[in-house]
């Protein structure tokens, strides 16, 4: 029995069971043999490692132009901005393929009118090459952002060059700035207010000779030599403590040359007029005080119509209305502690009998001088002006004129009306007073 229970035993056959325990990479190796995830994370990675290198390419592309290339901005307020367009109109005029046009004219003593156009880079970008420097220029307006002065939107022009050539900006502007001051030699430059600033109105003027303004015998040379006296001594007014400054009433009929006289006086002196309309809407004591404290270098300052101002003031407040401008604030624009030095003020009136004896006063206005209408050696000179040699004429037509109030002005139409013709003018000497 135990026998054949040990045969039963060993004749039993059973199969072996072989344990497998789980590796670690069986489940990657499952989701990876999944083709859906496959794809996914083939993308992912592809567009990981684009965005890790467009990244990479930026920074560098930074850091390379901050090390290679320099730029410069000039804003539209800034001065340099127009003699920058004006001399880059000059280098870029036969390849430029973006154009503005700036137009200008100008009126004529005859009534006549003459236009110019000038062609400038418009706005986008540009490229020239100049004293061996490739310069990329871009000229990019703000559209969000006016010039309440002038209507017209803000500019930037980006000025860009290799770091190596940075000394070319300087160069260029130097040169620009000769070209602007080379087209002003010569001439009178007209400023008016826009806003809190200066800026040139036109074009420059010619400048006028200071004899084509006849005044009556000694005005002109007085008024010159104390202008010249003052602009000479400026060292005597500091070592005495006086401010530097001058003021100057010019004062009689309409037509009597008055404007004329200042501007050939600023030609003569090579100044420059910036003209201020006290009745100028919007004009404050502030803005007032700002302007005569920041006139230009070598600039006249042109106060026209000087009582008119304050007679509009007192009829707007009898209507109810709030003036800008206070007879106050113009005393401390004149000569307040904040008042600017080195100051030439010229006033003009037909009027002055109206004027604040508190504005007539030393310190405000030093020196007056009336300019009326012709007198007989006004008359003698101008006719001989116009019509050289004559004499006979010249004194036939101051006595037919003896007595008769006339202006220089209206002497200047009638001479211009029969120019070339002295016989007519003498005989037609009665369209002046009639």
Same mark, same amino acid.
């Given at each position: !029995?135990?026998?054949?229970? &040990?045969?039963?035993?060993?004749?039993?056959?059973?199969?072996?069971?072989? &344990?497998?325990?789980?590796?670690?990479?069986?489940?990657?190796?499952?989701?990876?043999?999944?083709?859906?995830?496959?794809?996914?994370?083939?993308?992912?990675?592809?567009?990981?490692?684009?965005?890790?290198?467009?990244?990479?390419?930026?920074?560098?592309?930074?850091?390379?132009?901050?090390?290679?290339?320099?730029?410069?901005?000039?804003?539209?307020?800034?001065?340099?901005?127009?003699?920058?367009?004006?001399?880059?109109?000059?280098?870029?005029?036969?390849?430029?393929?973006?154009?503005?046009?700036?137009?200008?004219?100008k009126q004529h003593d005859n009534g006549s009118?003459?236009?110019?156009?000038?062609?400038?880079?418009?706005?986008?970008?540009?490229?020239?090459?100049?004293?061996?420097?490739?310069?990329?220029?871009?000229?990019?307006?703000?559209?969000? !952002?006016?010039?309440?002065?002038?209507?017209?939107?803000?500019?930037?022009?980006?000025?860009?060059?290799?770091?190596?050539?940075?000394?070319?900006?300087?160069?260029?502007?130097?040169?620009?700035?000769?070209?602007?001051?080379?087209?002003?030699?010569?001439?009178?430059?007209?400023?008016?207010?826009?806003?809190?600033?200066?800026?040139?109105?036109?074009?420059?003027?010619?400048?006028?000779?200071?004899?084509?303004?006849?005044?009556?015998?000694?005005?002109?040379?007085?008024?010159?030599?104390?202008?010249?006296?003052?602009?000479?001594?400026?060292?005597?007014?500091?070592?005495?403590?006086?401010?530097?400054?001058?003021?100057?009433?010019?004062?009689?009929?309409?037509?009597?040359?008055?404007?004329?006289?200042?501007?050939?006086?600023?030609?003569?002196?090579?100044?420059?007029?910036?003209?201020?309309?006290?009745s100028e809407r919007g004009l404050t004591d502030?803005?007032?005080?700002?302007?005569?404290?920041?006139?230009?270098?070598?600039?006249?300052?042109?106060?026209?119509?000087?009582?008119?101002?304050?007679?509009?003031?007192?009829?707007?407040?009898?209507?109810?209305?709030?003036?800008?401008?206070?007879?106050?604030?113009?005393l401390n624009a004149l000569d307040g502690v904040?008042?600017?030095?080195?100051?030439?003020?010229? !006033?003009?009136?037909?009027?002055?009998?109206?004027?604040?004896?508190?504005?007539?006063?030393?310190?405000?206005?030093?020196?007056?001088?009336?300019?009326?209408?012709?007198?007989?050696?006004?008359?003698?000179?101008?006719?001989?002006?116009?019509?050289?040699?004559?004499?006979?004429?010249?004194?036939?037509?101051?006595?037919?004129?003896?007595?008769?109030?006339?202006?220089?002005?209206?002497?200047?139409?009638?001479?211009?009306?029969?120019?070339?013709?002295? &016989?007519?003018?003498? &005989?037609?000497?009665?369209?002046?007073?009639?």
């Amino acid at each position: !029995m135990e026998h054949s229970g &040990e045969l039963g035993d060993v004749g039993r056959s059973e199969t072996p069971v072989v &344990e497998q325990k789980p590796t670690s990479g069986g489940f990657l190796a499952q989701m990876t043999s999944n083709p859906l995830f496959s794809a996914g994370f083939g993308l992912i990675g592809v567009g990981f490692g684009l965005t890790i290198l467009r990244q990479g390419l930026n920074l560098g592309a930074t850091a390379l132009r901050r090390r290679l290339l320099v730029t410069l901005e000039i804003p539209s307020k800034d001065k340099s901005y127009l003699w920058f367009l004006q001399w880059m109109s000059q280098q870029t005029k036969k390849n430029a393929r973006h154009l503005a046009v700036e137009t200008s004219y100008k009126q004529h003593d005859n009534g006549s009118v003459s236009t110019t156009f000038s062609l400038v880079p418009g706005p986008g970008r540009h490229l020239f090459r100049w004293r061996g420097a490739w310069i990329s220029v871009s000229r990019e307006r703000d559209g969000k !952002m006016m010039d309440l002065t002038t209507g017209s939107p803000f500019e930037t022009i980006t000025l860009t060059t290799l770091s190596s050539d940075r000394d070319v900006f300087t160069q260029l502007l130097n040169e620009a700035q000769k070209l602007a001051l080379a087209k002003q030699e010569g001439k009178t430059v007209i400023y008016t207010s826009w806003g809190p600033e200066w800026r040139p109105f036109g074009m420059p003027r010619k400048r006028r000779l200071l004899d084509s303004v006849i005044l009556d015998d000694g005005v002109s040379e007085r008024i010159v030599r104390d202008v010249r006296d003052f602009i000479g001594n400026g060292k005597w007014y500091n070592e005495r403590g006086i401010p530097y400054r001058r003021g100057y009433l010019l004062y009689g009929p309409p037509g009597s040359g008055k404007s004329s006289f200042i501007q050939a006086l600023a030609g003569t002196l090579e100044y420059n007029i910036c003209i201020l309309n006290l009745s100028e809407r919007g004009l404050t004591d502030d803005r007032l005080n700002h302007l005569l404290s920041n006139v230009p270098e070598r600039s006249i300052m042109l106060l026209e119509d000087i009582d008119a101002a304050f007679q509009k003031r007192k009829a707007s407040d009898e209507q109810g209305y709030q003036s800008m401008i206070t007879f106050s604030g113009l005393l401390n624009a004149l000569d307040g502690v904040a008042s600017a030095e080195e100051r030439i003020v010229f !006033m003009t009136t037909n009027h002055a009998e109206l004027l604040d004896q508190a504005l007539v006063r030393p310190g405000r206005i030093d020196m007056k001088e009336y300019l009326g209408n012709a007198t007989p050696s006004q008359i003698r000179r101008m006719f001989l002006r116009f019509y050289e040699g004559r004499t006979d004429l010249a004194e036939l037509f101051v006595k037919k004129l003896r007595g008769k109030q006339v202006s220089t002005a209206a002497l200047q139409g009638h001479f211009v009306y029969w120019k070339d013709k002295p &016989e007519e003018a003498v &005989e037609n000497t009665h369209t002046l007073y009639e």
